[in-house]
Structures are given as structure tokens and as C-alpha cells.
């Protein structure tokens, strides 16, 4: 059965730091390419980090130079780090592992960017 478990979320002040992790499980996690999206409240699901198979990264414009996604493969996980975060960052964050046509979501952990 596969299991992508995402974890780290919280509440954070803007400026702050969060990182996000998503631990699978039931899949061979080296070969899928991992992904970060998020959903903010009345808004479309948006990509928002990619780590490729063979570790290339592409980010959305919107988290360029603040967030870093990063896989370890030993431990079937990948993370996103968040840095500088701001208001319009809160959303669910959702990680996503794709190989070919298949694909596997998590349930989400929830980030608020509040003061």
C-alpha cells in the first residue's frame, strides 16, 4: 500500500522558517519524481517545487530563491524548506510522486503565515 506522509506544517510568523517533510512508503521512491503543490483557502492547487529521479529542481516564480526542495532516498523522503515566508504563503501543502502516468498524493499539513 502507498503512503505519502507529509509532515512540519504549523503556524509561523512572516519572515519565518518552516520545513515540510514527506515521508513514502510502498513505492520505489528513488525512481519517482517527487512534488510540493498547495492549495490556499478559495484557490487552484498550484505546483510549487519539483526534485526530478535524477535530483533537478524547478520552483514557481512565487517561491523562487525562498523555498528549496531536497530528496534523501535512504529515507524515502522528500522536504521542502521555507524560508522568508509571507502571508500569501498559507495554504495546505500537498507532496505528489509521479512516474510516468502514475501518481500518488498525500493528505496535506497545513502552513499559516500569521502574525
Known amino acids: 500500500q502507498v503512503q505519502l506522509v507529509e509532515s512540519g506544517g504549523g503556524l509561523v510568523q512572516p519572515g519565518g522558517s518552516l520545513r515540510l517533510s514527506c515521508a513514502a512508503s510502498?513505492?520505489?521512491?528513488?525512481?519517482?519524481?517527487m512534488n510540493w503543490y498547495r492549495q490556499a483557502p478559495g484557490k487552484e492547487r498550484e505546483l510549487v517545487a519539483t526534485i526530478t529521479s535524477g535530483e533537478s529542481t524547478n520552483y514557481a516564480d512565487s517561491v523562487k530563491d525562498r523555498f528549496t526542495i531536497s530528496r534523501d532516498n535512504a529515507k524515502n523522503t522528500v522536504y521542502l524548506q521555507m524560508t522568508t515566508l509571507k502571508p500569501e504563503d498559507t495554504a495546505v501543502y500537498y507532496c505528489?510522486?509521479?512516474?510516468?502516468?502514475?501518481?500518488?498524493w498525500g493528505k496535506g499539513t497545513l502552513v499559516t503565515v500569521s502574525s
Open positions: 510502498g513505492i520505489t521512491f528513488s525512481t519517482y519524481t
Open positions: 505528489n510522486a509521479k512516474r510516468f502516468t502514475i501518481l500518488f
